[in-house]
């Protein structure tokens, strides 16, 4: 982590650098200030885990896009990130080819210190799960699902319909059976067992909680549950129902967030509990469905919003709301991202596709989040959580 406001400013000023002198990007060898090329990034671990870069598709004709081939198939990336150094290390991207329902197919992987780690890829009719499960690739063909590597396929359970989430640190994965019926598949070493966790209901929601020292799982059958080390679902409590409000359930996290786009706060399915700072007017809620994916650090902790100005990051513990500077291109007042990768509690990765915002040129961007921004700022700077101008109200 940086650890002083003196490196903190100075990995801003790297940022900084990089985006006015782009060309030192292709002459600084393999220790880069940024990961190069226009990618999507996720974190293949919450711990020391390698920077998976997968590439963003080019949109449009321009003769001055030269950050990509006109080729589609773009082969991905992987970078370590340097915390000390504040350098960013390209990882060699191997491929490990697999037979599985009598289908080949070559799957990219990197190797990191806890063993390989597989990119999500797909064929018309095989799709591989990002991460890996005691070093194997977990595949689902058909409504088949696998754990399969270049010597050996696993069979886990032939009647399988959705595969929720993988979840490489603890060896588990969540699944739905054709019936909609939720399990866990635990890979003990040895004494693998696929648990029911939705008392035989149907579900249409599923993920893992991330950073929580118990094992948690969210669901949705005829209501949401959460359930606590395989226990029996508990019903998840959620704030009073409020005219003109709305509850979105956040992905990865215990929490929802109620409100309308004006005033929103964060609650804890598990106790009730309101998370006391609000947020509105940096999210826009979505009409038609109860869950969403907002930008969640690996540890679970924080998640992240934006607008033109700022990147914020708000602890789901504390309720501590910390700001860096947004560096991000801006067209017409708007800024538009594709991603935002957290590499590390200060760091995140700004990830812009290629479009008219761009240039139809993929780019990337970084924010560091610093304890020097000024609390109280000139009256024409001052945040207003609650109006955006360039924002709409619909």
């Given at each position: 982590?940086?650890?002083?406001?003196?490196?903190?400013?100075?990995?801003?000023?790297?940022?900084?650098?990089?985006?006015?002198?782009?060309?030192?990007?292709?002459?600084?060898?393999?220790?880069?200030?940024?990961?190069?090329?226009?990618?999507?990034?996720?974190?293949?671990?919450?711990?020391?885990?390698?920077?998976?870069?997968?590439?963003?598709?080019?949109?449009?004709?321009?003769?001055?896009?030269?950050?990509?081939?006109?080729?589609?198939?773009?082969?991905?990336?992987?970078?370590?990130?340097?915390?000390?150094?504040?350098?960013?290390?390209?990882?060699?991207?191997?491929?490990?080819?697999?037979?599985?329902?009598?289908?080949?197919?070559?799957?990219?992987?990197?190797?990191?210190?806890?063993?390989?780690?597989?990119?999500?890829?797909?064929?018309?009719?095989?799709?591989?799960?990002?991460?890996?499960?005691?070093?194997?690739?977990?595949?689902?063909?058909?409504?088949?699902?696998?754990?399969?590597?270049?010597?050996?396929?696993?069979?886990?359970?032939?009647?399988?319909?959705?595969?929720?989430?993988?979840?490489?640190?603890?060896?588990?994965?969540?699944?739905?059976?054709?019936?909609?019926?939720?399990?866990?598949?635990?890979?003990?070493?040895?004494?693998?067992?696929?648990?029911?966790?939705?008392?035989?209901?149907?579900?249409?929601?599923?993920?893992?909680?991330?950073?929580?020292?118990?094992?948690?799982?969210?669901?949705?059958?005829?209501?949401?549950?959460?359930?606590?080390?395989?226990?029996?679902?508990?019903?998840?409590?959620?704030?009073?129902?409020?005219?003109?409000?709305?509850?979105?359930?956040?992905?990865?996290?215990?929490?929802?967030?109620?409100?309308?786009?004006?005033?929103?706060?964060?609650?804890?399915?598990?106790?009730?509990?309101?998370?006391?700072?609000?947020?509105?007017?940096?999210?826009?809620?979505?009409?038609?469905?109860?869950?969403?994916?907002?930008?969640?650090?690996?540890?679970?902790?924080?998640?992240?919003?934006?607008?033109?100005?700022?990147?914020?990051?708000?602890?789901?513990?504390?309720?501590?709301?910390?700001?860096?500077?947004?560096?991000?291109?801006?067209?017409?007042?708007?800024?538009?991202?594709?991603?935002?990768?957290?590499?590390?509690?200060?760091?995140?990765?700004?990830?812009?596709?290629?479009n008219e915002y761009t240039e139809f040129v993929p780019t990337i961007t970084c924010a560091v989040f610093e304890e020097d921004i000024p609390e109280v700022r000139h009256e024409d700077e001052k945040i207003d959580l609650d109006y955006h101008p360039w924002q709409t109200d619909d």
């Open positions: 982590m940086i650890r002083n406001t003196k490196t903190k400013i100075a990995a801003a000023l790297l940022c900084m650098l990089s985006l006015l002198l782009p060309c030192l990007l292709c002459a600084c060898g393999d220790n880069l200030m940024l990961p190069r090329g226009g990618y999507d990034y996720r974190m293949s671990s919450a711990v020391d885990g390698a920077i998976l870069g997968y590439p963003i598709p080019r949109i449009g004709e321009n003769p001055y896009c030269y950050a990509l081939p006109l080729t589609k198939d773009i082969p991905p990336a992987a970078f370590s990130y340097d915390d000390d150094r504040m350098e960013y290390h390209p990882i060699p991207v191997q491929n490990l080819t697999l037979t599985v329902s009598g289908e080949t197919l070559s799957v990219p992987y990197v190797m990191t210190e806890e063993g390989r780690t597989f990119f999500a890829s797909a064929s018309d009719t095989v799709t591989v799960y990002q991460g890996d499960l005691g070093d194997m690739a977990v595949v689902l063909s058909g409504d088949t699902l696998y754990l399969a590597d270049d010597t050996t396929v696993l069979p886990i359970s032939d009647r399988v319909s959705t595969v929720w989430s993988v979840h490489t640190e603890k060896r588990c994965l969540l699944y739905s059976d054709t019936d909609g019926i939720l399990y866990e598949y635990r890979d003990n070493e040895g004494e693998n067992e696929s648990v029911c966790l939705s008392e035989y209901q149907p579900v249409t929601e599923a993920w893992y909680v991330y950073g929580t020292d118990v094992h948690t799982v969210v669901c949705k059958s005829d209501a949401w549950y959460y359930t606590e080390d395989g226990s029996a679902p508990i019903k998840a409590l959620l704030p009073p129902a409020e005219e003109d409000k709305t509850t979105i359930f956040v992905r990865d996290t215990a929490c929802v967030l109620t409100g309308d786009n004006h005033s929103a706060y964060f609650y804890d399915i598990r106790s009730g509990q309101k998370i006391v700072m609000d947020m509105g007017g940096l999210y826009r809620f979505p009409q038609n469905t109860d869950a969403d994916t907002l930008t969640v650090s690996p540890d679970g902790r924080f998640v992240y919003f934006y607008d033109i100005d700022f990147i914020y990051r708000l602890n789901l513990e504390t309720a501590d709301l910390e700001l860096a500077y947004n560096e991000a291109l801006i067209f017409e007042g708007s800024c538009v991202l594709s991603s935002m990768t957290v590499v590390t509690d200060e760091i995140i990765l700004l990830s812009q596709a290629s």
